[in-house]
């Protein structure tokens, strides 16, 4: 904020001026605080050891995002002029290894999430990391407010948890005693091993990703769940369009008293081309169908181009295309650790539904 105040906004200089680079990298460390204490000193059951560092923008860092897990980092950058520059991009990588990590692993994002198909390019995302050494086994355990989650990262763009649904999942955990739960797009069914650990009767997980399914089953087996097998199983997992298996599951009167939306910001199947920002409403409609009476709709985007009250507007417009009646509609709180830049809303925006 020193920085900031004596000689302005740097934008993407600051990666040219290795002292204010430093004091820049300083200043987000010092603001993160309170997580990098959990990841030490926390008891077991509350430790955090996975959080955002660096926040593009939000940080004076623009283009750049950093996520620590355990003793690595993860360095995504933003694809564009900023990194055409290699030195630039050497640079900002040395400086990271200086805070002392045991590696560094990258990730060459575009802007645009539906830009790329394959996301395990070794162009792209690197399999080692880029600086320091990898991680003990391709696939190790960090812990979220004391929730042990498995992940990988150096297998391509994605690590297997977004780390700024912490407070959703959070809630989602306070909302789950005795509850029948359903994750739409559940991926590696983080929601789920809250709710699970939350006390929920029961789980559905629904995803078109059998390989993130399988992933799901290992967190819940990394959290000390019980599956059980059968259709009699507490937490069960479904490989399937949501759109087909919402459809199917109205039909056949199924109900839940909590039910996360969290969409990618663009999909398409065989039968259906989903596009968030034009799209959610419809989402919410289905989703609707399936929720019992004062049921709670948790609906989450992180398309950069969809604005928190239109967010809202979607669903309330959802429901009243199915004619329910909402108790309460609200915004839900933003991770700390992911500071939307000055005068923006943050990527991720939450809201929370819960009808009469």
Known sequence: ??????????????????????????????????????????????????FRLVNEEGDALPGLAVDVYGDHLVAQLYVGGIWEEAAR?????????????????????????????????????????VRGTPTPSAEIEIREEGVPYRVRLGDGLSTGIFLDQRPNRRL??????????????SYTCGFSVAAALGGAART??????????????SNFEAAGVALGSGP?????FVAEDVFAW??????KKERFDVVIVDPPSYSSTKKRRFVADSDYDDLVAMAARVLAPHGKLVACCNHRGLARGKLRRFVAQGMHTEKLELAQ????????????????????????????
Do not use: C
């Not at 559905?204 to 089953?217: F, K, N, P, Q």
């Open 329 to 356: 509609l609200k915004d839900l709180p933003d991770a700390p650790d992911f500071p939307p830049s000055l005068g923006k809303e943050p990527h991720m925006k939450s809201v929370l539904a819960t009808l009469l």
């Open 204 to 217: 559905v997980s629904v995803d078109a990703s059998v390989l993130a399914l399988e992933r799901g089953r």
């Open 246 to 251: 919402l459809a199917r599951a109205a039909t």
């Open 89 to 129: 991009r050497d640079r900002v990588l040395d400086r990271l290894h200086a805070l002392g990590f045991d590696g560094i692993y990258l990730k060459l994002r575009p802007k645009q999430a539906n830009v790329l198909v394959d996301t395990r390019r070794d162009d792209l995302a690197p399999a080692l990391p």
């Open 1 to 50: 904020m020193v920085e900031y105040v004596a000689r302005g906004d740097r934008g993407a200089s600051v990666y040219d001026d290795v002292p204010a680079l430093d004091r820049a990298l300083a200043l987000a460390v010092e603001r993160r605080w309170a997580l990098g204490r959990s990841a030490l000193r926390d008891p077991e059951e509350r430790r955090t050891t996975a």
């Open 232 to 236: 009699s199983a507490a937490h069960s």
């Open 172 to 185: 989602v955990r306070e909302l789950s005693s005795g509850a029948h739960v359903l994750n739409l797009f």
